[in-house]
């Protein structure tokens, strides 16, 4: 069964950073070299939305509000991707989850709570 545990989150000023992490286990090392993995937000009443994401051929993408402050990486050999931010506004305040996309199946983290304070 594969788990997907998120880290990192917490009360942090504005123009300050954080590094999320999400630990994936009970997945093979070749499913998640493979994963198309991304990172999501969602504030109450919104829709998730996708922050960030990358592909197994570590190409990467970005929604333009965090484009430029947001850095997502993934190290393969602890099948682990990383969300760095850096210049937090109130606005990113949300729960972050990581999601993997690997042989057809699809996989959520429990999330990680970032408040941003202003």
């Known amino acids: 069964q594969v788990q997907l545990v998120e880290s990192g989150g917490g009360l942090v000023q504005a123009g300050g950073s954080l590094r999320l992490s999400c630990a994936a286990s009970?997945?093979?090392?070749?499913?998640?070299?493979?994963?198309?993995i991304g990172w999501y937000r969602q504030t109450p009443g919104k829709q998730r939305e996708l922050v960030a994401r990358?592909?197994?051929?570590?190409?990467?993408n970005y929604v333009d509000s965090v484009e430029g402050r947001f850095t997502i990486s993934r190290d393969n050999a602890k099948n682990t991707v990383y969300l760095h931010m850096i210049s937090l506004k109130s606005e990113d305040t949300a729960i972050y989850y990581c999601?993997?996309?690997?042989?057809?199946?699809?996989?959520w983290g429990q999330g990680t709570q970032v408040t941003v304070s202003s």
């Open positions: 999601n993997v996309r690997s042989f057809d199946s699809t996989y």
């Open positions: 990358i592909a197994g051929d570590r190409s990467t």
């Open positions: 009970g997945i093979t090392r070749i499913g998640f070299t493979i994963a198309d």
